[in-house]
């Protein structure tokens, strides 16, 4: 039995160490123009490697960052579009009659946000947290946050919105706040 393993053992390691050479021989036995068809074939198998593996990928992520800055410059003109809207003679006074939690549900229906989760915030009469269970507009978010800060005087302390797609937005936190009179006198 040990004869048989050692016996195809050398067999094997021959053949191995022949198709080498072989494949050596084989090679330079090839007319140079063959040699020549092999070397570009083999220059362009790595260019097209390290395009695949090198420049492509940072190639898609150079394209998703300019899209990211365009949507943002879009969204800054936007904001920039209308603030020049609200001036000091166009600002009114706050209607602070109302509860906070009946502010978020006027604004919200005005500006077509459906779907909205206002919780108050335990221990603190004029705080909510805002969360909403449907997509909404981004555009219809912003409308909805100058409504809250000019008619009733309620702003943002926190937010967090998850985007769903283009100008598509989930509110997945928000806290408002409206301070007492004169607290933001200072």
Do not use: H, W
């Not at 050398?10 to 090679?27: Q, T, V």
């Not at 260019?47 to 090198?54: A, D, H, S, Y």
């Not at 998850?162 to 598509?168: L, P, R």
């Amino acid at each position: 039995m040990k004869e048989k393993i050692k016996s195809l053992m050398r067999e094997l390691s021959g053949r191995l160490s022949g198709g080498f050479r072989g494949a050596g021989k084989k090679f330079s036995s090839k007319s140079s123009r063959e040699k020549v068809v092999f070397a570009v074939g083999v220059f362009l198998a790595l260019i097209m490697l390290v395009f695949v593996v090198g420049i492509r990928p940072n190639l898609n992520r150079m394209k998703n960052a300019q899209m990211s800055l365009e949507r943002a410059k879009s969204g800054y003109n936007y904001i920039l579009q209308n603030a020049s809207k609200v001036t000091p003679q166009n600002r009114v006074q706050p209607d602070l009659g109302r509860r906070i939690e009946e502010c978020v549900i006027i604004s919200a229906r005005n500006n077509k946000l459906e779907g909205l989760n206002v919780t108050p915030i335990a221990k603190e009469k004029n705080r909510v947290k805002v969360q909403s269970d449907n997509a909404v507009s981004y555009v219809s978010v912003i409308n909805f946050i100058t409504e809250l800060e000019n008619r009733f005087g309620v702003t943002v302390d926190q937010i967090t919105l998850d985007k769903q797609g283009d100008g598509i937005v989930y509110i997945s936190n928000m806290i408002l706040i409206r301070l007492e009179k004169g607290e933001n006198d200072g």
